[in-house]
Each structure stands twice: as structure tokens, then as C-alpha cells.
């Protein structure tokens, strides 16, 4: 089945530094890459999402990159504020195949002030 | 619609009681999803319903634990005989398997403290 590796567990970045957030999956079949944002108490909310048929995807101060040929995808903030503080998970689906999404364990990001 | 609800919101029980959790998905999302996250790690699938059928089951999901959706709308999540190594954040979650769009909706959780 699909693995999710995520790095680094814990990112702390000044406010308004950049950050960015790195993922390998094993399952070539794999074509569906979402991002979540889980602050504390809250579940998990998607905040940005690729295909594989795009290599890049932005939305304001976010974006991803996917390279499928070495299974890699990064998440990418900018301008970070403190309210970009959270656990951030990256997560693989082989959508259309009716399959779940499995996820990273997860990246504590600390936006210091 | 406000989202993906679950009831309890925080659970304390004695090992070896039984417990059910409650989830009421977006209204007209079809898929429904269960995950168990404990602390400091990502959320693990455990199983997903399509309307009223259980599709898929992890391994994860011993004897132990059913889950039901009767009618295509809310489903339960029972834990039999709880163990102290249950204790975790069970998340519900539903998505629209149509569309295009597959992003999954998740409701706050469920805690569970097996003492």
C-alpha cells in the first residue's frame, strides 16, 4: 500500500520567512496530493491540492510542487503570519480508483514572532 | 450546512466498557470516511463507507470495532470491550465522490480516554 514520508517533523521560521514542508509517497499509482492545516483541537482542514497531471499549484501565499517522476511534492509558504502556525500534513490518493488518502505524520510549524 | 459533526466531543471511559461515536456528514456528500490519530502522528484510515456500503476496512480495525451508515447519511463507529491503547482522536470525515472534487471535509473529532 502507499507510504507517506514527511520532513521535518517540527519548522520554526521568522515571520516572514518562507517555509516549506517536503513529501515522498511510494505508490506510482498515486495522482491525488492534498495539504491540511490541523490547529489545535480542530480536525484536519484541506487548504490546497494537486493532480498529477500539474507539476505546480498556487494559491496566494501557498503553493505545491509535485515531481512525479522521483515522488516528491512540497509545500510552500511565504510571507509566513502567525496564524500560519499549525501541524501541517501532506497526504496521497489514488482518486478515481476509489482508494482513501493515506497521510504524513505530520509537520509542527512555529512561527516565531 | 455546518460542516461535518461529531458527537461526543470528548469521551472518558473505563477499559473494557463499550463506547459509540457519532457522525453526521455534509448532507449531500456521498463518502464517508473514519481516521484514528494519536498524539504527534498523522491520521490513520480505518475504514469508508459509499452511501450505505462499507467498502473498505484497515487492518487497523480489529474484532472490536464496527462501524455502521443505515441509511446513507450519519454512521456510528462502536468500540467493543475498550483498551487502553484505543485512546485517541477518532475523526469523521465526507466527501462528494463526483465531480472532480475530492477533497475531504473533516469534523473536529472525537477523544477517546480509555483510563
Known amino acids: 500500500g502507499e507510504n507517506v514520508e514527511q520532513h521535518p517533523s517540527t519548522l520554526s521560521v521568522q515571520e516572514g520567512d518562507s517555509a516549506v514542508i517536503k513529501c515522498t509517497y511510494s505508490?506510482?499509482?498515486?495522482?491525488?496530493f492534498p495539504w491540511y492545516k490541523q490547529e489545535l483541537g480542530k480536525g484536519p482542514q484541506l487548504i490546497i491540492d494537486i493532480r498529477s497531471n500539474v507539476g505546480e499549484k498556487k494559491d496566494q501565499r501557498i503553493a505545491v510542487t509535485l515531481n512525479k517522476t522521483a515522488k516528491h511534492f512540497s509545500l510552500h509558504i511565504t510571507e509566513t503570519q502567525p496564524e500560519d502556525s499549525a501541524v501541517y500534513f501532506c497526504?496521497?490518493?489514488?482518486?478515481?480508483?476509489?482508494?482513501?488518502?493515506?497521510f504524513g505524520k505530520g509537520t509542527r510549524l512555529h512561527i516565531l514572532p | 450546512d455546518t460542516g461535518v459533526s461529531q458527537d461526543p466531543r470528548h469521551k472518558i471511559t473505563k477499559r473494557g466498557q463499550n463506547v459509540t461515536f457519532r457522525c453526521d456528514p455534509i448532507?449531500?456528500?456521498?463518502?464517508l470516511y473514519w481516521y484514528r490519530q494519536t498524539l504527534g502522528q498523522g491520521p490513520e484510515f480505518l475504514t469508508y463507507f459509499q452511501n450505505e456500503a462499507q467498502l473498505e476496512k484497515s487492518r487497523l480495525l480489529s474484532d472490536r470495532f464496527s462501524a455502521e451508515r443505515p441509511k446513507g447519511s450519519f454512521s456510528t463507529l462502536e468500540i467493543q470491550r475498550t483498551e487502553q491503547g484505543d485512546s485517541a482522536m477518532y475523526l469523521c470525515a465526507s466527501s462528494l465522490s463526483q465531480g472532480g472534487n475530492y477533497g475531504y471535509t473533516f469534523g473536529s473529532g472525537t477523544r477517546l480516554t480509555v483510563v
Open positions: 497526504a496521497a490518493s489514488r482518486m478515481n480508483r476509489d482508494d482513501k488518502i493515506i
Open positions: 505508490d506510482s499509482a498515486s495522482n491525488y
Open positions: 448532507s449531500e456528500h456521498n463518502r
